[in-house]
Each structure stands twice: as C-alpha cells, then as structure tokens.
C-alpha cells in the first residue's frame, strides 16, 4: 500500500542521511590530521583511494541494510529480507541512473 511505501522510503532516506552524516565527520576528521600535519601528501592519496573505492560504498550498504538485532530480546525484531529492503530502495538505484542519462543530454546539448 501507500502508506507502506512512503515508511519504506523514509526509513531509507533516515539510514542514507545518516551515512553521509557520518562520511562528513570523517572528512572533518581527515582534514583536521591533514591540517595537523599527521599524515603526509603520499598517506593522503592512499587514504584516500581506500576511502572512495572500497570504505564509503560499504558504509554507504551497511547502513542502507541496518538491522537491529541487539539490545533487549523482546525489542529485537526480525530483519526484513534483502529482497524486500531492495524493493522498498528501488529509487536509490533508479533515480541516480535518471540523473546522469538527463546531465548527459543536457551537457552534449
């Protein structure tokens, strides 16, 4: 139903936010080392290619597919298949495909 739909995306536009909330403090954490002088140019560019090829999409998925099953027994609820959590982020997968096929268009207009 509708109502369903519309908890499904809000629940992953609230797991999305706060993965970038969390990319954003560890930028904030890397520019202050980097002002620091704690890690050189050469550690920076390292960093940085395990960062945006391998650290930021991992916690970008795990958060999307966060389960609670922690804390009190009674309060632990089931997961919802991976099947389900898909279906429910389809505009995740979509609406990024739209965005680059309509810059592409414009840009070679």
Not at 46 to 60: E, R
Not at 70 to 85: D, F, I, N, V
């Given at each position: ?9 809000g ?10 909330g969390?990319?954003?403090?560890m930028?904030?954490a890397?520019?202050m080392l980097a002002r ?5 140019a ?6 940085s ?6 650290a930021?999409p991992?916690?970008?998925?795990s958060n999307l597919i966060n389960?609670q099953?922690?804390?009190?027994r009674?309060?632990a609820?089931?997961c919802?298949?991976?099947t389900?959590l898909?279906t429910?982020?389809?505009?995740f997968?979509?609406l990024p495909?739209?965005?680059?096929s309509v810059?592409?268009?414009?840009g070679?207009?």
């Amino acid at each position: 139903s509708f109502d369903s739909l519309v908890m499904t995306l809000g629940t992953s536009f609230v797991a999305s936010a706060t993965a970038v909330g969390q990319l954003c403090a560890m930028a904030l954490a890397g520019i202050m080392l980097a002002r620091l002088n704690v890690v050189d140019a050469a550690a920076r560019k390292v960093l940085s290619q395990v960062a945006f090829k391998f650290a930021i999409p991992c916690l970008l998925f795990s958060n999307l597919i966060n389960c609670q099953q922690h804390g009190k027994r009674e309060q632990a609820g089931e997961c919802p298949s991976l099947t389900a959590l898909v279906t429910g982020a389809w505009p995740f997968f979509l609406l990024p495909v739209i965005w680059v096929s309509v810059g592409m268009v414009v840009g070679t207009v």
